[in-house]
């Protein structure tokens, strides 16, 4: 190879490292959209509530465990995305229309 081809292949292997290393913005917004321990404590109160949605988000015929109890606590949840297992967020909203069932 020549000189000018390498200088630009190294050029190109650094761009591409300085973008992969560095996290997005889109990345960083969510973090700001994560539920924080004070929004969920509505549905951590009710006893068996999270237990009983993250039940519920797995198959649609747990929804009926969701008591009336955990589902006004639902509904009182800020638009959010809350952590359910690593990995697995979910709206608040898909939550809201679990209750709405």
């Not at 015929?61 to 995305?81: G, Q, Y």
């Not at 952590?83 to 967020?89: A, L, M, Q, R, Y």
Request: positive net charge; proline residues 4%.
């Amino acid at each position: 190879m020549k000189t000018k081809q390498i200088k630009m292949m190294f050029f190109v292997l650094i761009v591409g490292s300085a973008l992969i290393f560095r996290p997005s913005e889109a990345q960083m917004k969510i973090q700001s959209w994560i539920c924080s321990s004070e929004q969920i404590a509505p549905i951590v109160n009710v006893s068996g509530c999270f237990d009983a949605l993250k039940l519920a988000l797995g198959s649609e015929k747990f929804v009926r465990l969701l008591s009336k109890d955990c589902c006004n606590a639902v509904n009182i949840l800020p638009h959010c995305l809350l952590i359910v297992s690593p990995g697995v967020e979910y709206n608040t909203i898909v939550l809201k229309d679990l209750c709405s069932q």
